[in-house]
């Protein structure tokens, strides 16, 4: 299809384990933007790619946190030593030039969960 | 910091109501204002978007006008229908903040026939 795809659709695994996120985003889109949706938290913006610039990491919780962008598109989260309270939905959204005005469009999101 | 308060739901209403659900920010700069939507077992997705003061943006018979004087970015529609059921987003971009979106805490409406 045409819009941003994420994968694994659901995650379970165990505290302590890594885990790797992955989104695709729409073609030709230049930003790429990580959020996380969770009981407790709401919404909340984690990292932020734009072309070749550095990210915007301001919004990982933790060193436990890390993203990349490969050749300016595909994008993976990874989460080392998983916590319980990493358990939310992360959602990848693109867009297609930089800019306040620009809307993102979103993937249906990875639900992970942490036993 | 930049924020959103959206009032709280559910917002539990009959089919062909009138819906008002109540949306303010704080931003430092000229912030561009979104609603977004999220339709049971969806993802989110944009129902519409204002970018400067007085604009008022459409979408699906909802409305909301960015007003400047009151930081306010309401949704309106004039008679829901029980597939408007879904929770919404109020949600600010501010270019100094990289263009990441601060959304608001989001309100569940419920549509009843």
């Known amino acids: 299809g045409a819009g941003v795809s994420q994968s694994p659709s659901n995650k379970v695994t165990e505290k302590g384990k890594d885990v790797e996120l992955r989104c695709d985003p729409i073609?030709?889109?230049?930003?790429l933007y990580w959020y996380r949706q969770s009981l407790g938290q709401g919404l909340e913006f984690l990292i932020y790619?734009?072309?070749?610039?550095?990210?915007?990491k301001s919004g990982l919780p933790s060193d436990r946190f890390s993203a990349e962008r490969t050749g300016g598109s595909v994008s993976t989260l990874t989460i080392q030593r998983t916590q319980q309270e990493d358990s939310a939905v992360y959602l990848c959204?693109?867009?297609?030039?930089?800019?306040?005005?620009?809307?993102?469009?979103f993937g249906d999101g990875t639900r992970l969960s942490i036993l | 910091g930049n924020s959103v308060t959206q009032m709280e739901g559910p917002v539990t209403l009959s089919e062909e109501a009138f819906l008002t659900i109540n949306c303010t920010y704080t931003?430092?700069?000229?912030?561009?204002l979104f609603w977004y939507v999220q339709y049971p077992g969806e993802g989110l997705q944009l129902l519409l978007k204002?970018?400067?003061?007085?604009d008022k943006g459409s979408n699906k018979g909802f409305e909301a006008t960015y007003r400047k004087e009151t930081t306010s970015f309401h949704l309106e529609k004039g008679s829901v229908q029980v597939s408007d059921s879904a929770v919404y987003f109020c949600?600010?971009?501010?270019?100094?903040?990289?263009?990441?979106?601060?959304f608001g805490a989001g309100t569940r409406l419920a549509v009843h026939p």
């Open positions: 959204a693109s867009s297609l030039v930089r800019g306040a005005d620009q809307p993102q469009h």
């Open positions: 073609s030709g889109h230049t930003a």
């Open positions: 790619f734009q072309g070749n610039s550095a990210p915007d």
């Open positions: 931003a430092t700069g000229y912030p561009s």
């Open positions: 204002a970018t400067k003061a007085d």
């Open positions: 949600a600010l971009s501010d270019s100094g903040g990289y263009n990441k979106l601060i």
